[in-house]
């Protein structure tokens, strides 16, 4: 990774900031198509052509869930439930309650909150099985008291899907698991097929072609997020440990060739023994190809005069992670805007989001975390405003509601204010 002065290349070139998918957009949209057309039959010959796999039936029975668990190894069954019970308690707290208010006359109004009914949650596959998408995507809904969680993720050429999936689905509560992925997964949520039911919106990661996917259906369903691909950040002083940053810029590096590791530090001598850390530390890993790729097309070290020099670049690029790495991160929490999460201090690596900690994985990318937030409760319900008001109330301001449908040219408006008091 090259050393640079701040100032010296621009900020928008640390951070992927686009997601690209131009390229996969027109197959996108002929698979949607001949899912929404053909149904279970398209996703039949999908997992032909994209998994290698001749499925006998596309949803996973409850039976093939249930010997999934138990063939799990129940340490990891114990590391899930561990995940699970941190997710809960964290997401919780995140609970949205309605309100009512009383206005003059007898009048009232509010919100009441409602969940929505059915969710449909995109787990990738393939090439890495991640369980803790399950647990991050299924737990936050059901809290919320989504009716229906259906699951898609693909298969592998035996027609199975991991048994640790299966076994964080099981934990996590998911009702309904389905055989098949990538664009037409989407679809098949999106439009309903005779065997997978039609959702209400679509939630978690996946490849260029999910992304571009959920782009194409959103509005037909409602969608979480486009996700780009990962990113971290680490903000350090001179005292953190040059291979503690190492192996924190590394543990996104080996997601995607596309991923975006940065290091932005206050210090020169860091910068320089992060740069051989990094070196040292690749060539121990299985993904080395991979992270290695990463690092070189995007991995940066930027130099800065001081620390708030170094948040506030991390402001404008509003990554994905934050680590925050010194002795005493509070003083500049307090000064972070833009992030989608953010780890504090120096015994707090990413990977404690990705699995444990308890707060979402599902993360805003590309800068979007200027306007956007993670994945939450409040991404499953919906709100929903209603009004009272008695004869009285009404008579006070019918002249205003009046008043104003007429200064916009509405006179259906006015009138049905006024016809109740018979002034029309």
Not at 154 to 181: C, N, S
Not at 288 to 306: C, H, M, P, R
Not at 379 to 395: G, H, M, N, S, V
Request: charged share 25%.
């Amino acid at each position: 990774m090259k050393i640079y002065r701040y100032g010296e290349i621009p900020l928008s070139t640390l951070l992927i900031r686009t997601i690209e998918t131009s390229g996969v957009s027109d197959t996108v949209r002929e698979i949607i198509d001949d899912v929404a057309n053909r149904g279970d039959e398209a996703l039949l010959d999908y997992a032909r052509r994209f998994d290698g796999a001749a499925l006998e039936s596309l949803e996973v029975s409850q039976e093939e869930i249930d010997r999934a668990y138990e063939s799990t190894d129940p340490a990891f069954i114990k590391t899930l439930e561990t995940a699970a019970a941190n997710i809960r308690a964290f997401h919780e707290r995140q609970m949205e309650q309605g309100f009512r208010m009383a206005g003059p006359d007898g009048s009232f109004m509010g919100v009441k909150i409602t969940p929505i009914e059915k969710v449909g949650l995109c787990v990738p596959g393939r090439t890495a099985a991640y369980p803790s998408t399950v647990l991050m995507t299924a737990i936050p809904a059901k809290i919320a008291g989504c009716r229906e969680l259906v699951m898609v993720s693909p298969p592998g050429a035996d027609g199975r899907q991991p048994d640790a999936i299966l076994a964080a689905a099981k934990i996590a509560g998911v009702d309904r698991i389905f055989r098949t992925g990538g664009a037409q997964g989407v679809a098949a949520l999106a439009y309903g097929t005779q065997s997978v039911p039609k959702v209400d919106k679509l939630v978690g990661p996946g490849s260029a072609f999910v992304a571009e996917a959920k782009r194409q259906v959103f509005g037909l369903v409602d969608i979480d997020m486009i996700a780009g691909p990962s990113e971290i950040l680490v903000v350090a002083d001179e005292t953190c440990d040059p291979a503690y940053i190492a192996a924190d810029l590394l543990s996104q590096a080996e997601h995607d060739v596309l991923a975006s590791a940065v290091l932005i530090t206050d210090s020169m001598a860091l910068a320089e023994a992060v740069e051989k850390e990094l070196s040292r530390q690749l060539a121990l890993l299985p993904r080395k190809d991979i992270a290695g790729e990463s690092l070189d097309k995007n991995g940066k070290i930027i130099v800065t005069d001081d620390l708030p020099s170094a948040v506030e670049a991390a402001n404008a690029l509003a990554p994905e992670h934050l680590e925050l790495c010194m002795d005493d991160p509070l003083p500049y929490l307090a000064l972070v805007r833009n992030a989608g999460s953010v780890f504090l201090g120096k015994s707090c690596p990413e990977a404690l989001g990705d699995y444990l900690a308890g707060p979402n994985h599902t993360l805003p990318t590309c800068g979007a975390a200027r306007f956007s937030s993670p994945l939450g409760v409040a991404d499953f319900i919906k709100r929903t405003q209603y009004t009272y008001y008695t004869r009285e109330a009404l008579a006070r301001v019918k002249d205003d509601i009046a008043r104003f449908a007429r200064k916009e040219g509405l006179e259906a408006h006015a009138r049905s204010a006024l016809i109740r008091f018979e002034e029309v």
